[in-house]
């Protein structure tokens, strides 16, 4: 299965197929290295990216926080549907 890569022009900016050396439209050459660089770079900027967002850890304070608020949420729903439990057992 043959795989078609296009680049774009430097000078004109119309895609060209990636065999070619010229431009079929302005004649100039194409630099295939140049454009590989930057699909390069492209993808170690997105992989650092990536990485620093999965390890982007929250300060101490800022969980610990964040759990206390996860505890009051669990204890007001726990009463609430105690108190549901007992109005719908009672009848009303």
Sequence with gaps: METRVERKCDSCGKWVKGDL???????????????DEERAEIA???????????????????????RIGQAIETIFMAIT???AATLF???G
């Design 21 to 35: 050396r010229k431009c079929p439209f302005c004649f100039k050459h194409v630099d295939h290295r140049k454009r």
């Design 44 to 66: 170690k900027i997105e992989k650092k990216a990536r990485d620093q967002a999965e390890f982007d850890l929250k300060p101490p304070f800022t969980r610990t926080v964040i």
């Design 81 to 83: 549907g105690a108190i």
């Design 89 to 91: 057992w009672l009848g």
